[in-house]
Structure formats: C-alpha cells, structure tokens
C-alpha cells in the first residue's frame, strides 16, 4: 500500500521525458506543459525545475518567497566569462554589489539522481561573476543564478515514516554564530549540530522532543514552528505532489515573516527504502531524528567508555593514517564483529567519522553516540571530511544523552544483551533486550 508522501514513490533513474511524464498533471500543466519543461530542464538543468515548482508552493502563503533566479545557458555562460556581458533580459532582476548564488544544476540533479546536494554552488557579488564562473564553466553543465538571502538554512522533509506509520515533517535548522565579520548564519545542508524537530503536518506538534544540538546563539527565538510545518504541508499538497519532498528554506532571525524557498526535491535517496521490522516483544527504549539511512541492524554491544580503550585508538590510528594501520590483536577483530558500537567517549572530531568507517571495515552493523557523528540532514550524502570510502557503513543513530546512559546502563548490567537500531531515514528507534530471553 502506498501512502500519501512516500519517500519511495518518486522513481529515479528514469530518461528526462519519463520524468517529465511522471510530474503530476495538474502540476505539470500549471508549469506550462511536456515541452516547456523539458526545454526548461534541458537549459537550466533540475534545479530550474525545481525552483519553478517552488514558485507554485510560494502562491499558497504570502509569507513564502522564492528569491529571485534565472538559468544561465552555455552560451550566455560565455558571453558572460568571456566578454562580462550580462545577458540584457535578466539585468533589472540583480542590483550590482548584492550577494548571489550561481549553482550548478546538472540536468540529473534532484529529479534524476537521488545524492541531493552533490554539485557545486558557489556566492558572490552580482555582476562579479568570473572567479566563480571560471570554476564552474568547465565543467559543460547548466547553471543557475539566484539571489542569496542571508539567514538561517533549515531543510525540511515532508514523507510518510514507516515507524510512526504517518506522514511527518521533519525540520533541520542552521545556526546563528560569530564570525570574524560579525554575525553569521550557518545552514544544515552543512551543519550538523543544529536543532531537529519532527512534527505533525496537521497539528504542527511535536512528536518527538526536540533535539537542541549545540547553541552557538540564540536561534529563530519565538519562531512559530508549528505553523511553519503545517504551512508547508498544505503548500505543497495544493500542487498536488503525492511523493514525499524535500525542501530548503533560508530565515533571517530579523525578518520572521520572510520564508525564502529556495529548492524543492522529490526525498533524497537516504530517506528511502523499506525494512522488515524486527521480531521483538520488547517496545523502544529511545527514538531520534537523527539517522543516516534505512536499516535493520541486531548485535551484541560494544561499549567505548574511554579514549584510551584499545579498540577506540585503533580506529583513530586507522582514521588518521589510513588503511595501513591493521588489527594485530585477534580479540579486537573478535570484540567488534557483529556489533552495535555506543560511542560514550566521542570520536575525535578531525577524523570522527572515518572511526565510524573503521570499525564498519572490522564488522560493526551500526553505531550510536550521544554526539552528533554526521551531518544532521538528509539533505545530502556524506561530504567533504565526512565522506565515505565505504558507503556500507551501517546504521547511525543519534540518542539524547538521558536515553543513551539508559541504553548503557542496560547494556552493563543485563546477561548477555542485544541492541536492535531501526531507521526509517527520517527518525530512529533502539531496542535493548536479553538474547537469553
């Protein structure tokens, strides 16, 4: 049975007519039809449809915006590095000097490839462009130019969870920090210590305790969240998207009224998939909104309660000098296989993941720490220092740190114990019980 905003209806992996032709019709029509949208597609690549589809959200609520964008084709890519020609019809839309975003749109991005997130964008001036574009024009792909709103980025996804058995909106938030500049915003499509809520797209309440991350400053205090969830859900159902979505949204904590919308997926490829549930007559001890992928995974505990544990300074060897470093003593091989890691003693923070990544290689199934271990979004694949060079890494949750010294404690004091981690790819579950039961 399929369900209203299920993350595993869009199809990837489908040519580009095929993907127009899955577009809703009403939809597909609103956005002026097959041609129209292929012709778009094929200028300005998936992020021009997508923004378009946002400017369709932006109708139902005064309060959502979609900052000013065009697409630059190749040939105006040229004109512009080349001869610093500013295509003429798309001038009144820029004022000189204001911050702009040029990004890439790969015309597989987000509607044929599920790794949202993966390309390149870049921020600069208006009408200074060549730095940018300079690295961005050899790589033969549309592009597409948007105005930056400064503010907090928060990704929001809107699907069906298969373990509250309900459609859910989940909100990933950006911070507000201090730079050598002044104030900054941080977004969470990078960001991985912001807050997290998960809430209901009628009520707009809270269905799990928010996960606060670590404050820098004071964040979008007072915002009406409850509001900003049920807002979107209705924006979007109204253009009859049935598929579960994504969505990037940029706040400034100094205009609250001002929802700038700035791109709108079909659920990335980490939100989706489907699991078997396990066989267990225990209940949860924990839930999170804070996962990596869709899985399963069942095994004995292994505790890190120190840095100084010897299977804790072998995955920070491995991490830090690579895959020289091999497991000399058997009964580290032995202790990690077939486990669910709790990491009570945090990685370290240069190399944390690739730990993660280590004990994965030696037969860890999954992982659970009271630190966030990953970016905090779906938003996209691992990037950057939190890249994988073994993507079968194995479930990641993260527990409040009330829930994980419970999980611990159990785990210490219970003839022989077995955790079970469910994800759903929007929030997590954990089970604690005795294999001698």
Same mark, same amino acid.
């Given at each position: 049975?399929?369900?209203?905003?299920?993350?595993?209806?869009?199809?990837?992996?489908?040519?580009?007519?095929?993907?127009?032709?899955?577009?809703?019709?009403?939809?597909?029509?609103?956005?002026?039809?097959?041609?129209?949208?292929?012709?778009?597609?094929?200028?300005?690549?998936?992020?021009?449809?997508?923004?378009?589809?946002?400017?369709?959200?932006?109708?139902?609520?005064?309060?959502?915006?979609?900052?000013?964008?065009?697409?630059?084709?190749?040939?105006?890519?040229?004109?512009?590095?080349?001869?610093?020609?500013?295509?003429?019809?798309?001038?009144?839309?820029?004022?000189?000097?204001?911050?702009?975003?040029?990004?890439?749109?790969?015309?597989?991005?987000?509607?044929?490839?599920?790794?949202?997130?993966?390309?390149?964008?870049?921020?600069?001036?208006?009408?200074?462009?060549?730095?940018?574009?300079?690295?961005?024009?050899?790589?033969?792909?549309?592009?597409?130019?948007?105005?930056?709103?400064?503010?907090?980025?928060?990704?929001?996804?809107?699907?069906?969870?298969?373990?509250?058995?309900?459609?859910?909106?989940?909100?990933?938030?950006?911070?507000?920090?201090?730079?050598?500049?002044?104030?900054?915003?941080?977004?969470?499509?990078?960001?991985?210590?912001?807050?997290?809520?998960?809430?209901?797209?009628?009520?707009?309440?809270?269905?799990?305790?928010?996960?606060?991350?670590?404050?820098?400053?004071?964040?979008?205090?007072?915002?009406?969240?409850?509001?900003?969830?049920?807002?979107?859900?209705?924006?979007?159902?109204?253009?009859?998207?049935?598929?579960?979505?994504?969505?990037?949204?940029?706040?400034?904590?100094?205009?609250?009224?001002?929802?700038?919308?700035?791109?709108?997926?079909?659920?990335?490829?980490?939100?989706?998939?489907?699991?078997?549930?396990?066989?267990?007559?225990?209940?949860?001890?924990?839930?999170?909104?804070?996962?990596?992928?869709?899985?399963?995974?069942?095994?004995?505990?292994?505790?890190? @309660?120190?840095?100084?544990?010897?299977?804790?300074?072998?995955?920070?060897?491995?991490?830090?000098?690579?895959?020289?470093?091999?497991?000399?003593?058997?009964?580290?091989?032995?202790?990690?296989?077939?486990?669910?890691?709790?990491?009570?003693?945090?990685?370290?923070?240069?190399?944390?993941?690739?730990?993660?990544?280590? @004990?994965?290689?030696?037969?860890?199934?999954?992982?659970?720490?009271?630190?966030?271990?990953?970016?905090?979004?779906?938003?996209?694949?691992?990037?950057?220092?939190?890249?994988?060079?073994?993507?079968?890494?194995?479930?990641?949750?993260?527990?409040?740190?009330?829930?994980?010294?419970?999980?611990?404690?159990?785990?210490?004091?219970?003839?022989?114990?077995?955790?079970?981690?469910?994800?759903?790819?929007?929030?997590?579950?954990?089970?604690?019980?005795?294999?001698?039961?």
């Amino acid at each position: 049975m399929q369900h209203l905003f299920d993350p595993n209806t869009w199809n990837y992996g489908l040519s580009l007519p095929q993907i127009v032709q899955a577009i809703p019709p009403p939809l597909r029509k609103a956005l002026g039809g097959k041609r129209k949208i292929l012709q778009q597609v094929q200028q300005g690549g998936g992020k021009a449809l997508g923004l378009s589809i946002c400017e369709l959200v932006a109708q139902s609520d005064a309060r959502l915006r979609v900052p000013p964008w065009m697409m630059l084709s190749r040939a105006e890519q040229k004109e512009l590095l080349f001869f610093e020609k500013f295509p003429a019809k798309h001038q009144t839309l820029f004022v000189p000097g204001d911050p702009i975003i040029l990004r890439s749109s790969h015309i597989e991005e987000d509607w044929m490839d599920g790794d949202a997130g993966t390309y390149l964008s870049l921020k600069s001036k208006a009408f200074e462009w060549r730095d940018a574009l300079e690295r961005l024009y050899g790589k033969n792909i549309p592009l597409v130019i948007q105005k930056l709103e400064p503010g907090v980025g928060i990704i929001v996804d809107i699907g069906w969870s298969q373990l509250m058995h309900r459609a859910v909106v989940r909100i990933a938030i950006g911070r507000v920090c201090k730079t050598p500049e002044g104030i900054g915003y941080t977004s969470a499509t990078f960001d991985r210590d912001g807050e997290i809520q998960v809430r209901d797209p009628e009520t707009g309440l809270l269905l799990l305790p928010r996960y606060k991350g670590v404050e820098l400053l004071p964040t979008l205090v007072d915002f009406p969240f409850h509001d900003f969830a049920c807002t979107l859900y209705r924006a979007v159902q109204k253009t009859d998207i049935k598929f579960g979505v994504q969505l990037e949204m940029v706040i400034h904590p100094d205009r609250p009224q001002d929802w700038h919308l700035v791109q709108i997926r079909p659920a990335p490829r980490v939100v989706r998939g489907t699991f078997t549930p396990p066989e267990t007559k225990s209940i949860p001890i924990a839930w999170t909104p804070v996962v990596n992928t869709v899985c399963v995974a069942e095994g004995k505990p292994v505790l890190l @309660m120190r840095q100084q544990d010897p299977l804790w300074k072998w995955s920070f060897r491995r991490a830090w000098f690579g895959q020289e470093i091999d497991v000399r003593d058997p009964e580290l091989l032995k202790r990690v296989q077939n486990s669910i890691v709790l990491w009570s003693v945090d990685v370290q923070p240069d190399v944390g993941i690739k730990q993660v990544e280590a @004990m994965s290689a030696l037969g860890a199934l999954g992982h659970i720490s009271r630190s966030r271990l990953m970016i905090n979004t779906t938003h996209s694949t691992f990037r950057d220092r939190d890249c994988f060079e073994n993507p079968a890494v194995g479930g990641i949750l993260e527990i409040r740190t009330d829930n994980f010294d419970q999980i611990c404690g159990l785990c210490q004091t219970m003839k022989n114990p077995r955790i079970t981690i469910v994800s759903d790819g929007l929030i997590g579950h954990v089970y604690v019980e005795s294999q001698d039961a």
